[in-house]
């Protein structure tokens, strides 16, 4: 094949010398890609008039896109909410579902002296083991994570899906009339496991006869499959959903269609059925943000686990009015909501 | 699994598998004309995905799912006219050539999105129209009579596709285009000319199998097709460029993916057991092709751009 | 003699030895350049500055040996299943199960690594690269035999096999092989593997890994296999011409599936250096398996037919490919914007530089005709009838639904 050989050779020519002249430019270690311009979408205050305070520049990594109303969108919500009581700026990486791309998003947040950078997704974990050493002076955060590897620059933070999870499941099994109930989630895992399985010990807790069935359908952004979840459910004599994760838009379709109250989780769903969302348990990982970023200031990087609860304001239930719920249920809920803070009741972690 | 052979669950679970079986029947009977022309697209998934989108933006904002088709439609056709050069005229290689239309139909597609939309707004889609009198039948009516629009037309095109491709003379180009393109030039066929139509058809099905998908989600997200697009390409084969091969196929793949959706909502299989039982409409699909094991002959001319000087 | 028909007739027409390879380069770097000009268009509808993003992306892509390290790591994987594409197109079948190949790859060799954890590196490592070759192979040998012996198209069964692995991970990774540390919170991922598993790092205070020599070592052995052994021949024959070959006493079938079983076992191998020369060290599943092949499987084809199905041509042309997707994360950390703009921006480049392939071997040709300013008079080059000898791609590689324009079927081969 003389032909391809030779058009081998001058490719691989062409492909070092490119090679070549870029090596030439820059042969020091890690210079770092230029300074990635502030996305201010958090509203930021002018400096002070005394000594102004750099703006901490909190950086996020995420594996779906940051509008999900999903599982990204309530951390970069969380971060937009401390920038209006904080001079922060913010930057993103959405949609980095190939973790090696992330763990590069990661250290080039890291290179750019960013003073947090949250790695938010659990399957980050592995490399932000090795990319905490390489940085001891970045804080990095992690979640949802219990465990900061013994590091003391990461923070490592969780939700108790599973609370706001039991109090949607005690109204569902409140409102059901036909007693069946549809779950439908991605894959048993992280916080969608937590939620659905709050959800499943709430909803039997308050009804025994209740039969909850759950769905996972194996699959993050298969919206279709959530879709004929949903409208298997519906067959099989559900009248209350629920669900978690970025494909549950399929599905929250499905119960606006056949006027199916729905309870979410991860973001204010409401915009998804403004007629039948009952309730979502929203993040909000502000609390837990505000606290890492004072002890960045004040010198701590990490080595400490967080978890928003209903105990300490992370999660918050919020109702739809538009949706007519019976006050009945509404006030079981607001108690149930206080058992959990004081720990008179105790949600069953699944199995 | 007593409760799954119950009558209202699996007539349920038919029409779910109708429903599912959509998308892909739409796509597959574009491509198998196209394929039949001798000419390869593996990019339906990305021209499904702009279809998709297309269809969701303009319903969004228009309140109206007709307008949302149409410009589907428009979206396929330009989609095909920008196929068809990067084929005929360029002769690009076609299997790579649908590697780059998918990339960017993919990447184009969560860009738009991304930028015009954001947050996921539902959209209405159409509704379900039931056919006066056969929609009446116990069970039968509720399985097949009591869908919406697209899911009629993909059935409805399977005969006229057979007819076309079988008993009009256009469709005699298209095969004779397929197998062998000098001898039909030779006699005053225009080759290309007969790949530029199917291109377009192909496309503007494809983008339409994306707009029925989007339309009864109601919604749109990144990848929204999720490799239903290659699964309907992965179906020309398995009906063997037939177009009641591809219905079968179609469906096939439709009603397993239904029916392992409903063991997973009855508790039928669970936990890990559920993810091996979402491989059998893949599995099944190979293990009756071999079954089956007709040796049909692919267009000899597939995937060969014709060029007269030689 | 009367007039010549072709250059060789002459005997005495020689082209600028320069006109060949500059052609070969230029036409395709004027395809990217188009594309990215299309791209900056993009950017600055998105309110973007093109030029700084761009600057971002040749900096993140080359811009230094740490970010050569990263390219040449992400091409790695490129590169491998991109040598198995050339052997299967070459020999006439057309692989799109490369992620599934690649995941089934990635599984044996991490049930190695956890079934031996504490053998010595120098074994281990070996040990999980040839089970990620074993694991690859059976997932391509399987639509081979399909193909051979029961007439399944390979476009279905491979686009088949990739749902199967996917499923099959997830399974695996729901239970049996997860992490049993995480606790409550549950996630698709194995336990950090063996650290005797580990790719070693190359000598240089980057993170590039042996993976890379490994995928370039293969690339050499691809070469050697089609071009230099008996087997290659045949095996290209059998692309060439299926009937021909068979009615000359060749092994067809077992032919068939031996190229999609070497194929898959360079996609398995990839598998295994995705897993073994990741950061993290494990097989995640976190999110569907795309989260750890990173599309390879469909990448490494274009890498592959970039490199005009010639093992050795892959290496540059997978180098490219790896510097794009490398650097479009820069590219997206530096102007914010959308990350599924690098996609299709990829996507563009792909439609473009394969459009101009073709374009490619007709300016050639006219560029070695007698009568343009390149040539002179004496050769000994062969005939530059354009079709059937510089389209490597429509003659010799063709992906093939068919043999040879009298061939018919193609189900029997």
């Given at each position: 094949m003389k032909a391809s050989k030779s058009r081998a050779i001058a490719s691989a020519a062409a492909a070092f010398a490119l090679v070549a002249s870029a090596c030439g430019s820059d042969d020091a270690a890690d210079e770092p890609a230029a300074e990635p311009p502030a996305e201010t979408e958090a509203a930021t205050d002018e400096p002070a008039a005394e000594p102004a305070a750099e703006p901490m520049k909190v950086g996020i990594v995420a594996p779906s896109a940051e509008n999900d109303l999903a599982w990204s969108q309530s951390m970069f919500d969380s971060v937009n909410r401390v920038g209006e009581g904080r001079d922060i700026e913010v930057a993103i990486s959405g949609g980095l579902f190939v973790v090696e791309d992330a763990a590069a998003a990661l250290r080039g947040y890291a290179e750019d002296g960013f003073d947090l950078v949250i790695a938010h997704g659990t399957q980050f974990g592995g490399p932000l083991q090795e990319i905490a050493d390489d940085f001891p002076e970045v804080a990095f955060a992690l979640g949802t994570s219990t465990d900061f590897f013994g590091k003391d620059n990461i923070f490592a933070y969780s939700v108790d899906a599973g609370q706001g999870g039991y109090v949607n499941g005690v109204m569902a099994a409140q409102l059901t009339a036909s007693n069946v109930i549809g779950v439908v989630g991605p894959v048993p895992a992280g916080d969608a496991k937590l939620y659905i399985d709050g959800f499943v010990a709430g909803a039997e807790a308050q009804n025994p006869d209740a039969e909850v069935n759950v769905n996972y359908i194996d699959s993050f952004g298969d919206v279709q499959l959530a879709s004929e979840a949903a409208k298997a459910h519906v067959a099989n004599?559900?009248?209350?959903?629920?669900?978690?994760?970025?494909?549950?838009?399929?599905?929250?379709?499905?119960?606006?269609?056949?006027?199916?109250?729905?309870?979410?989780?991860?973001?204010?769903?409401?915009?998804?059925?403004?007629?039948?969302?009952?309730?979502?348990q929203v993040y909000h990982w502000e609390i837990v943000l505000e606290q890492m970023l004072d002890k960045i200031n004040a010198g701590t990087l990490g080595g400490e686990a967080f978890v928003i609860s209903f105990e300490n304001m992370g999660l918050e239930m919020e109702y739809n009015d538009g949706f007519g719920l019976d006050a009945d249920v509404r006030a079981s809920a607001d108690a149930t909501v206080a058992g959990i803070s004081d720990g008179t009741i105790e949600v069953p972690a699944g199995e | 699994m007593g409760d799954f052979f119950t009558v209202s669950v699996l007539v349920a679970t038919l029409a779910s598998g109708i429903r599912l079986a959509t998308p892909f029947l739409l796509a597959g009977l574009g491509e198998t004309i196209g394929q039949r022309s001798g000419v390869l697209n593996l990019g339906v998934e990305g021209v499904m995905l702009l279809g998709a989108f297309t269809a969701y933006y303009v319903t969004l904002e228009t309140d109206s799912p007709t307008l949302g088709i149409l410009a589907a439609v428009m979206a396929g056709l330009m989609m095909g006219l920008v196929y068809a050069f990067i084929t005929l005229v360029m002769q690009a290689e076609q299997g790579i050539s649908g590697i780059g239309i998918y990339l960017f139909g993919l990447g184009f597609t969560d860009l738009l999105f991304q930028k015009n939309v954001g947050t996921p707004i539902p959209i209405s889609g159409l509704g379900d129209i039931d056919i006066p009198l056969l929609s009446e039948i116990p069970k039968i009516g509720e399985v097949f009579f009591q869908h919406s629009l697209p899911v009629y037309i993909a059935f409805a095109l399977v005969p006229v596709v057979w007819f076309m491709i079988n008993k009009t003379t256009f469709g005699l180009n298209i095969r004779a285009v397929g197998e062998t393109p000098e001898a039909a030039d030779t006699l005053g066929v225009s080759v290309n000319g007969t790949r530029l139509i199917t291109i377009l058809i192909a496309n503007t099905m494809a983008c339409l199998a994306g707009a029925a998908l989007a339309l009864e989600v109601g919604i749109f997200q990144q990848n929204l097709t999720a490799g239903q697009g290659f699964i309907a390409i992965a179906l020309v084969y398995f009906g063997a460029w037939r177009s009641y091969g591809v219905m079968l196929g179609a469906l096939l793949f439709g009603v397993v993916q239904a029916t392992v959706l409903q063991w997973k909502t009855l508790g039928i299989v669970e936990g890990a057991t559920a993810s091996l039982a979402a491989m059998a409409p893949a599995l099944l699909t190979i293990v009756v092709l071999v079954i089956v094991s007709r040796r049909v002959a692919a267009p000899s001319a597939l995937t060969r751009p014709f060029d007269r000087s030689g | 003699m009367t007039m010549p028909k072709t250059s060789a007739d002459v005997g005495s027409i020689r082209s600028s030895a320069l006109v060949r390879p500059f052609v070969a380069l230029a036409v395709p770097l004027a395809a990217v350049a188009v594309a990215f000009t299309i791209g900056a268009i993009m950017l600055l509808a998105l309110g973007a500055n093109p030029i700084d993003g761009y600057a971002a992306l040749l900096d993140g892509a080359f811009g230094g040996w740490n970010e050569l390290a990263d390219t040449a790591i992400k091409s790695a994987p490129l590169l491998l299943v991109g040598v198995g594409i050339c052997i299967a197109f070459r020999a006439g079948v057309i692989n799109i199960g490369g992620e599934g190949q690649i995941i089934v790859g990635a599984i044996f060799s991490t049930v190695v690594a956890l079934a031996l954890p504490d053998l010595p590196r120098i074994f281990l490592v070996p040990l999980v690269l040839i089970g990620g070759a074993i694991g690859g192979g059976i997932w391509g040998a399987i639509p081979g035999a399909l193909k051979a012996y029961a007439g399944v198209n390979e476009i279905l069964s491979t686009i088949m096999m990739n749902i199967i692995a996917a499923q099959f991970l997830s399974f695996l990774l729901q239970d049996l092989l997860t992490d049993k540390a995480s606790g409550a919170i549950k996630i698709q991922q194995t336990e950090r593997l063996s650290e005797n598993a580990d790719l070693p790092l190359l000598p240089g205070d980057t993170r590039l890994h042996l993976g890379v020599i490994i995928a370039v070592f293969v690339a050499m052995?691809?070469?050697?296999?089609?071009?230099?052994?008996?087997?290659?021949?045949?095996?290209?024959?059998?692309?060439?011409?299926?009937?021909?070959?068979?009615?000359?006493?060749?092994?067809?079938?077992?032919?068939?599936v031996q190229a999609l079983a070497f194929s898959g076992a360079c996609a398995g191998i990839a598998g295994a250096v995705l897993v073994f020369g990741s950061e993290s060290h494990r097989l995640i599943a976190e999110g569907g398996a795309s989260g750890f092949t990173q599309s390879a499987g469909f990448n490494g084809i274009v890498a592959a037919l970039f490199g005009s199905l010639h093992p050795l041509a892959t290496i540059p042309a997978s180098f490219f490919f790896g510097g794009m997707l490398t650097g479009g994360i820069a590219l997206q950390q530096e102007l914010q914007v959308p990350a599924a703009l690098i996609v299709a921006l990829n996507g563009i480049v792909v439609l473009f530089v394969v459009s101009s392939l073709k374009l490619r071997s007709r300016l050639t040709a006219w560029a070695e005709s007698p009568g343009t300013g390149f040539t002179q008079v004496e050769t000994d080059r062969e005939p530059t009838v354009p079709r059937a000898e510089d389209s490597l791609l429509a003659s010799t590689a063709r992906p093939p639904g068919s043999s040879a324009p009298s061939a018919p079927n193609e189900g029997d081969d």
């Open positions: 004599g559900a009248d209350v959903l629920t669900g978690t994760a970025q494909m549950v838009v399929g599905a929250t379709g499905v119960a606006a269609e056949e006027g199916i109250p729905w309870f979410g989780t991860q973001s204010n769903q409401t915009d998804l059925g403004s007629d039948i969302v009952v309730s979502s | - | 052995l691809g070469y050697v296999l089609l071009f230099r052994s008996a087997l290659g021949v045949r095996l290209r024959a059998v692309g060439h011409n299926a009937n021909a070959s068979r009615y000359a006493g060749m092994p067809v079938k077992r032919s068939i």
